[in-house]
């Protein structure tokens, strides 16, 4: 299985403050790299496809990038509504694995 | 858009089998293009993926669960069901059931592959 960390799992911050997770993988998976943000009781939300393509209807503070083994998902100015969890995931096998989820909690 | 719902019982004693039927609208299952998936979250923990089912009942699942899990799909219902058997206190967790597209460059090429809707997530208790 392909296996995937994360740093930092837990991270304070500021609204208006510059946020990068780094998302590292244990083999190469080109592309095949997702980020999610999920809040408290609900399901998780797409927010960037093959590691730095914005879903629709996803702020443009959001950006992703990386290839190969290293990921960054980077939210350019923090807002409120961005305190949540956010997982990396990648498809590019069998079986899919998600990484192991950054806490961004307000400081 | 399309949509996702998961039902079944919030409560399953250990070592009997869990089934839940996700429905699916807004898309058919039989159009193709996308795989239906489940995927669990324990309770304060990450996401686990389960597995995934094309609408020809071509499956894939996670090696971890493989000997206890099964999907399927109801094609003329629109939906598509879980059953784990054998549950164990461990497999406690929110069921989320979820829709995998792939992306493919003009050349055909496939490039990439996301989880692009989910369902709200159903919590499964088990205990006796």
């Known amino acids: 299985d392909i296996q995937l960390t994360q740093s930092p799992s837990f991270l304070s911050a500021s609204v208006g403050d510059r946020v990068t997770i780094t998302c590292r993988a244990s083999?190469?998976?080109?592309?095949?790299l997702v980020w999610y943000q999920q809040k408290p009781g609900k399901a998780p939300e797409l927010l960037i496809y093959?590691?730095?393509t914005l879903q629709s209807g996803v702020p443009s503070r959001f950006s992703g990038s990386g290839s190969g083994t290293e990921f960054t998902l980077t939210i350019s100015t923090l807002q409120p509504e961005d305190f949540a969890t956010y997982y990396c995931q990648q498809l590019n096998s069998h079986p899919f694995t998600f990484g192991p989820g950054t806490k961004v909690d307000i400081k | 858009q399309v949509q996702l719902q998961e039902s079944g019982p919030g409560l399953v004693k250990p070592s009997q089998t869990v089934s839940l039927t996700c429905t699916v609208s807004g898309g058919s299952i039989n159009s193709g293009g996308y795989y239906w998936s489940w995927i669990r979250q324990h309770p304060g923990k990450g996401l686990e993926w389960i597995g995934y089912?094309?609408?020809?009942?071509?499956?894939d699942y996670n090696p971890s669960l493989k000997s206890r899990v099964s999907i399927s799909v109801d094609t003329p219902k629109n939906q598509f069901s879980l059953r784990l058997n054998s549950v164990t206190a461990a497999d406690t967790a929110v069921y989320y059931c979820?829709?995998?597209?792939?992306?493919?460059?003009?050349?055909?090429?496939?490039?990439?592959?996301?989880?692009?809707?989910w369902g709200q997530g159903t919590l499964v208790t088990v205990s006796s």
């Open positions: 979820a829709r995998v597209r792939y992306y493919y460059e003009r050349s055909g090429y496939r490039y990439s592959g996301s989880i692009d809707s």
């Open positions: 083999q190469g998976i080109s592309r095949y």
């Open positions: 089912i094309y609408y020809s009942g071509t499956t």
């Open positions: 093959a590691a730095s």
